[in-house]
């Protein structure tokens, strides 16, 4: 297998926006090779088949999700109330909208893994570490909350996102805005 | 267009499991014809493209997922509690959960309405429709919270529910279902 990062790391990114945009069926590796616009051939040498190309695309989603050291410190440096939450919601749901085919391609992957038990797996696995990262994060800063009240923003957020990427007309933008802070009132402490 | 109804709703259950084991993409008419195991192009002479299929499939879930009078007088009938809500989300999310394929047929819909702006607007349509109904039932029986209170149940199970279906062993059975409780004892006042 080819190792060069750059190269590797941009066929993620194709086949990211190929999952979005074609669903899990589309995903070739020959789709891949064109909306990366390299030679044919090129993503079979970096991925030994499509589930390695398949778990890899998930993990390269959350890796582009990730807020940084910036947001983490400025997070850190917030006071522990239910307004700080509020905001970082909102941060958050801001920053996965803004990846549409990011949020897209992770749900084409959960549909394929219906079909697929090792994909499944990983999939899971990934989900699961990212979930208990951002329950372990909510408690190191001292947010108001335990750990069901993360799972709670958790579930509740995801759908709100795929609301508005798949019927963008259902909340417009500042119902979406309303509804994250009247989820926020009820589900987290005052501080 | 046909219109005898039994066959028009066995072609649109099939439709249904179609796009819940192939995706938007491999619901053909054809593929519908195999499914209902009826003769290669009885599907064309009841719909007349493949837009009319799909959202008429959407209506066809929820009406599979309507309770039915019966679940709806016993609510009516329960005390006005959180106790109550409690055991209707339960409810609720068991009956959704018991039709794998209805759920995740409506998931690939929203996908498809990515692509397709008339199937969007219908989806919305139809989506709209339905937490609007959901809401003026909560209200009408006169069970604890508000509109918002609705809608963030709405929120959170539907993706409770994608997590079961999708990638089952993130929250187990009995993970879910005190889920379930801990968010309504958040959301919702005693009574």
Do not use: C
């Not at 945009?21 to 090779?33: K, P, S």
């Not at 372990?136 to 509740?156: K, R």
């Not at 019927?167 to 979406?176: G, I, N, Y």
């Amino acid at each position: 297998m080819r190792q060069n990062p750059e190269r590797r790391t941009a066929l993620l990114d194709a086949a990211i926006e190929v999952l979005a945009d074609q669903g899990a069926r589309g995903l070739t590796f020959r789709a891949v090779d064109q909306r990366a616009a390299v030679p044919t051939g090129t993503a079979s040498n970096y991925f030994p088949n499509r589930d390695a190309l398949l778990t890899q695309a998930g993990r390269r989603v959350f890796e582009r999700l990730d807020p940084g050291p910036e947001v983490i410190g400025e997070t850190f440096a917030l006071p522990r109330t239910r307004a700080s939450v509020d905001r970082l919601m909102h941060e958050m749901v801001g920053r996965i909208t803004a990846f549409p085919s990011g949020h897209l391609a992770m749900l084409e992957l959960r549909l394929e893994s219906t079909r697929r038990p090792e994909l499944r797996a990983v999939l899971t696995e990934q989900i699961k570490t990212n979930l208990q990262e951002n329950i372990d994060f909510h408690l190191d800063t001292g947010m108001p909350g335990d750990a069901d009240t993360v799972v709670h923003l958790y579930l509740s957020l995801n759908w709100l996102i795929i609301e508005r990427l798949t019927l963008p007309d259902l909340f417009d933008e500042a119902r979406t805005d309303a509804l994250i802070t009247s989820l926020v009132d009820q589900l987290v402490p005052p501080r």
